[in-house]
């Protein structure tokens, strides 16, 4: 069935529908209000309140050709929740802003929400409310709120000359799988599905997030825009600069072996890993590794220089080159 011969609030009945089905909104205890009114509202628990806002735009970030619905819902509500990951907090509360083209087809949009639902559930984020609209492509706007139960955040602007840099995980994995599924690439099916995955189904480190405000780090950031401009965005925030020894990046076996000489390249610029890139006091981050149960990887040191200046080197100490610098959306 055509979403213009549903109509708007038989849209938005439907999609209701599937949320209270799945037991999400009545998980949280402190929401008062969800969908069916102007707002959403909700009791204040007396924390730092976080808020974060993304927008998916068809043609611009997904294709439909190489993403099913369910997997745009899933990623549309990941790289939200993994910006409250990367403060430190607890994504609690979404909202969704859908465009859609006239003749767009009900069950793709139920699908984006099974994909939204599935991620909810495994986060017990609330999908609270949102609006629709009619637009010559689809567009997908995801407000998610969280908080910090103790107050504590990481942020983009406490790097000290001095600090250690760290990253969870593996760096250029979902840069990989989105060359695989853009350029048709064939692999050995695993090595496919699992790096396709990974552009896909990103899954947010909000366990690590709040694993790293305990053990007394305070500057972090997720991966979203690749690994160099986002550790750019942590030296500009706090007027440093850093080191990073290329060797030390975590890279993923399979992106190495299908990939070989390009695999740094995507790690430092491919962006979308939307892992953990942090900065602290060595002792910290050691003691933090034991706690943890994804890798951590020490890649190098804030110093002190210009502000926003990397300087990417090898084990031996030679300059690294890249020419791919990260996401830029102008």
Known sequence: MKVSRLGEFGLIDLLNKMIKDAKLNTASSDLILGIGDDTAAWKGRGQVQLATVDTMVQGIHFTLETTTWE?????????????IASMGGIPRYALVAL?????????????LYKGMIEIARKYKVAIAGGNISRAPQVS?????????????????????????????GYA????????????????????????????????????EGRLLVRHGITTAIDTSDGLLADLRHICEASGVGAKVITDLIPINNMVKTGFKEKALELALGGGEDYELLFTGDARKIAGLKEDIKC????????????P?????????GKPVKTRRTGWKHF
């Open 71 to 83: 997997e745009l819902g899933w990623k549309s509500l990941a790289i939200n929740i993994s910006d």
């Open 99 to 111: 465009a859609l083209p006239y003749d767009a087809e009900t069950g793709n949009i139920t699908g």
């Open 140 to 168: 997908i706007t995801v407000t998610v709120l969280g908080s910090s139960p103790d107050s504590k955040i990481l942020k983009r602007s406490a790097a000290k000359v001095g600090d250690t840099v760290a990253i969870t």
């Open 172 to 207: 250029g994995s979902a840069a990989a799988g989105m060359e695989i599924l853009e350029k048709g690439l064939k692999f050995h099916t695993k090595t496919t599905r699992h790096l396709k995955n990974a552009f896909l189904h990103p899954v947010p480190r909000v366990e």
């Open 295 to 306: 890798p951590v990887t020490v890649i190098g040191d804030i110093i002190k220089s210009e």
């Open 308 to 316: 926003g200046k990397i300087e990417l080197v090898d084990a031996d």
